[in-house]
């Protein structure tokens, strides 16, 4: 499922309450920040323990269920457009039910971050979300 709509207006409260909803029924599901995946890839360069960027796409690829929070809101660096790719394409290739949000469009993912992405996420069930933020004041 890709979820996509404007700051505030619901996309991260919806993913999370569908995840709860999964782990009070027995199911096992994950809720991650895009922004931590790519933090923690980056910290795993150098590290001198067990920490590899192998382990820790492992741990996002083979979660039954994963939410993915907010795509597309870092620094959309070659790197983080790589480590997208690879969790998508992983998820995908084995059929894993996979729960995507952003504030960007499938489009505006195509062009400003990367049309392969893009052209997963296509295949995806589609919820936008329209509205103002509700954390505005």
Do not use: W
């Given at each position: 499922?890709?979820?996509?709509?404007?700051?505030?207006?619901?996309k991260?409260?919806?993913?999370?309450?569908?995840?709860?909803?999964?782990?009070?029924?027995?199911k096992?599901?994950?809720?991650?920040?895009?922004?931590?995946?790519?933090?923690?890839?980056?910290?795993?360069?150098?590290?001198?323990?067990?920490?590899?960027?192998?382990?820790i796409?492992?741990?996002?690829?083979?979660?039954?269920?994963?939410?993915?929070?907010?795509?597309?809101?870092?620094?959309?660096?070659?790197?983080?457009?790589?480590?997208?790719?690879?969790?998508?394409?992983?998820?995908?290739?084995?059929?894993?039910?996979?729960?995507?949000?952003?504030?960007w469009?499938?489009?505006?993912?195509?062009?400003?971050?990367?049309?392969?992405?893009?052209?997963?996420?296509?295949?995806?069930?589609?919820i936008?979300?329209?509205?103002?933020?509700?954390?505005?004041?």
């Open positions: 499922m890709f979820v996509t709509g404007p700051t505030g207006c619901g991260t409260h919806l993913a999370a309450g569908i995840v709860r909803a999964l782990i009070e029924v027995g096992r599901a994950s809720f991650r920040r895009a922004a931590d995946l790519y933090a923690q890839v980056r910290a795993s360069y150098g590290a001198m323990d067990d920490l590899s960027e192998t382990a796409l492992a741990g996002y690829c083979g979660s039954p269920i994963l939410v993915l929070d907010d795509l597309a809101s870092g620094s959309l660096s070659d790197h983080e457009r790589r480590i997208a790719l690879e969790v998508i394409d992983r998820r995908g290739n084995d059929e894993r039910p996979t729960i995507i949000t952003s504030n469009t499938i489009d505006e993912i195509s062009s400003k971050m990367d049309e392969r992405i893009a052209s997963r996420l296509r295949s995806y069930k589609f936008g979300f329209k509205g103002h933020d509700r954390r505005a004041k």
